[in-house]
Each structure stands twice: as structure tokens, then as C-alpha cells.
Nanobody, 124 residues
Framework: QLQASGGGLVQAGGSLRLSCAAS????????MGWFRQTPGKEREFVAA????????YTADSVQDRFTVSRDNAKNMVYLQMNSLKPEDTAVYSC???????????????????WGQGTLVTVSS
């Protein structure tokens, strides 16, 4: 019910836009988030946005480079990633939860629905 796509191989400094398609009961009103994970490391919060799409929250490590947005009409959430670095290489997954969030509360909340990830590889 959550399917991430848009990953691939990109050179450092390049851009990618990830998409997450929600279906079934998931999307509105659900908060939507992006996470990433590399082998041997814990899953890391990247960005999230609440029901309305206002006041999204982005992790400090990617702030100023990554932007999360949603299109409620299309049941889609996006992660625009610019100025990519090799350390951004990871499997990126989207998540959803019926709890609304604004700003920092999006980082603190528990996410109950998860989709399969898409691999992003950034070459140096």
C-alpha cells in the first residue's frame, strides 16, 4: 500500500526525486515520512509532512538539500534530493501514520505503516 520509486545511480552533486504512491486506506489523512537505511546502520529519519502539507520537517543532515512534499489529489508524497553526496547512499523508504504532525513533531512520532524501499546510490 506504500510503494517508493525513483531511486537509482547518480553522481555526486546530482539530483533525484523519489516518489511514494499510497493506496488503500493510506494517505489522507495520514502523515507521510521518508527514512533511509544503509547496511549495518539503524534506520534514519529523513523528512516528513503532516496531513495538510504545511510545516514539513527535514533532518538536519539533509536540510537545505532535501525537500518533502505531498500531492493529496494524487495520493503521492515526494522527496526532492539535490546536491547529493556519497553519504546519501541508502535504501529510502516511505512511511505513513494516521497521526497528524507539524514541524518537529513529525520527527518524534511513531510510524505504523511502511513501504518497500528504493535504492539510491551516489557515486563520487
Amino acid at each position: 500500500q506504500l510503494q517508493a520509486s525513483g531511486g537509482g545511480l547518480v553522481q555526486a552533486g546530482g539530483s533525484l526525486r523519489l516518489s511514494c504512491a499510497a493506496s488503500g486506506h493510506i494517505f489522507s489523512p495520514y502523515s507521510m515520512g521518508w527514512f533511509r537505511q544503509t547496511p549495518g546502520k539503524e534506520r534514519e529519519f529523513v523528512a516528513a509532512v503532516g496531513w495538510s502539507g504545511s510545516r514539513p520537517y527535514t533532518a538536519d543532515s539533509v536540510q537545505d538539500r532535501f525537500t518533502v512534499s505531498r500531492d493529496n489529489a494524487k495520493n503521492m508524497v515526494y522527496l526532492q534530493m539535490n546536491s547529493l553526496k556519497p553519504e546519501d547512499t541508502a535504501v529510502y523508504s516511505c512511511a505513513a501514520d494516521p497521526t497528524d504532525c507539524y514541524g518537529y513533531s513529525c520527527y518524534l512520532m511513531t510510524w505504523n505503516y511502511w513501504g518497500q524501499g528504493t535504492l539510491v546510490t551516489v557515486s563520487s
